[in-house]
């Protein structure tokens, strides 16, 4: 069996390394308090799944294609800038208004919120030169890979998803809420999958496999934090616990209970599993983030 523990601690471990040194290159250019705000959120651990399967993808597909670019160490990083921009700006009064993210006071708790837009304006915005930057054969790729990463962040995508989120005329309806995490959460993770086994070199079925992949992984990442915010503490969250049903908010246990939201997450693994099948084998990584994806307590 696929060991996740010590595999999932290198890539982390191989992520931080990444996004230190390319914020380090930004912060040169950059005024000390936005540089601070940048670094304070993204580098303040996390999980980091989306680059850890972006890196994962790559080095999947280019076990196959015999692909070797540079361009996946990028991607990764370009997803984390985006990922955490939009948690800076989700937890912002004007949206979730938390004061907590990840055992930590949220950025403009600290910086002001004009410091806080700014700081997730710009790591937006660097994710892409971070990505568009690299060697002259890979130009193409990376424009290709831009472009992927601007659809899955932006209107019909996270963004889009954000709106449908924040709806004053928002039903309790199971289809509405799949759509809106299908964006929100699913939109990024995809990409991340995608980004990554472009970059590995994938030829059309495997890129189709790992959009399958990420689509069924993000549904199952976000019932799982709907399940962990009714059953978990905020020590283990590192943040509010039961902040969404004090908001009033749709969630999937509140839908169909927590055994239904739990059976839900089932399913979307099992097809997660079906397609790694066939970048994979033996199971490994794949198999384990799309397990990790549902059965995480924290």
């Known amino acids: 069996m696929f060991d996740l523990k010590p595999w999932l601690a290198t890539q982390q471990q191989r992520v931080e390394l990444a996004l230190a040194a390319r914020m380090s290159s930004i912060a040169q250019r950059t005024p000390p308090r936005l540089a601070e705000a940048m670094r304070y959120?993204?580098?303040d651990g996390g999980k980091r799944v989306r680059p850890v399967l972006c890196l994962a993808f790559a080095d999947a597909v280019a076990r196959q294609t015999h692909g070797l670019v540079s361009a996946p160490v990028d991607a990764a990083c370009a997803v984390e800038f985006i990922h955490t921009y939009s948690l800076i700006h989700d937890d912002l009064p004007a949206m979730d208004d938390d004061d907590l993210r990840r055992g930590r006071p949220t950025s403009h708790k600290v910086f002001g919120e004009a410091m806080a837009i700014l700081a997730g304006d710009a790591l937006l915005t660097d994710a892409f030169s971070v990505l568009a930057q690299g060697p002259e054969s890979e130009r193409a790729l990376r424009g290709q890979l831009c472009a992927e990463l601007a659809v899955a962040a932006g209107a019909g995508g996270m963004v889009g998803g954000q709106v449908l989120d924040i709806a004053d005329d928002r039903p309790?309806?199971?289809?509405?809420?799949?759509?809106?995490?299908?964006l929100k959460t699913g939109a990024l993770i995809r990409a991340a999958c995608r980004l990554g086994a472009l970059a590995g070199g994938a030829n059309p079925a495997q890129l189709e496999a790992a959009g399958v992949y990420g689509e069924a992984v993000g549904l199952a990442f976000q019932i799982a934090d709907d399940v962990l915010d009714v059953t978990a503490t905020a020590a283990e969250l590192g943040?509010?616990?039961?902040?969404?049903?004090?908001?009033?908010?749709?969630t999937f246990p509140a839908l169909l209970g927590l055994d239904g939201a739990r059976a839900l997450a089932a399913e979307q693994v099992a097809t997660a599993l079906r397609v790694a099948g066939s970048l994979e084998s033996p199971p490994g990584p794949l198999a384990a983030l799309a397990r990790y994806s549902a059965e995480r307590s924290h």
């Open 41 to 43: 959120s993204l580098l």
């Open 172 to 182: 309790e309806q199971l289809e509405y809420l799949t759509r809106m995490h299908r």
């Open 239 to 250: 943040k509010p616990a039961g902040a969404d049903a004090a908001a009033g908010r749709s």
